[in-house]
């Protein structure tokens, strides 16, 4: 599915980080502070990946965006925007999935 949708990830820890990231409106490590992260997550946070996923299975929500937005929160290099045409489709939001990630010294 995520070739023939031209997604930007392919592996299941990829779009889990996504997922996750986008539930939890920053890096899931600093919201769910116990590994395995779907062992300890709450149900809300669960519940709203799997709504970002469904949505992005959909055609609702843009991976493209929330991987942008995921790997923005970890500090990495974003990738570049994809071409026209491809990740255009409405960003799924999820009540409550974006919370302002605390400032650096409030953690």
């Avoid at 990231?21 to 590994?35: K, P, Q, S, T, V």
């Avoid at 062992?39 to 949505?55: G, K, N």
Wanted: charged share 30%.
């Amino acid at each position: 599915m995520a070739d023939a949708r031209g997604w930007p990830v392919r592996n299941d820890h990829c779009f889990q980080r996504i997922l996750l990231d986008n539930a939890c409106g920053r890096c899931w490590y600093e919201a769910i502070l116990a590994r395995p992260a779907y062992r300890h997550a709450s149900d809300a946070v669960l519940t709203q990946a799997v709504a970002l996923a469904q949505a992005a299975i959909a055609g609702e929500a843009d991976l493209h965006t929330l991987n942008r937005r995921s790997l923005a929160w970890r500090g990495k290099r974003l990738p570049t925007p994809p071409p026209e045409g491809e990740g255009d489709r409405r960003e799924a939001v999820v009540e409550g999935a974006r919370r302002k990630r605390p400032a650096r010294g409030e953690r």
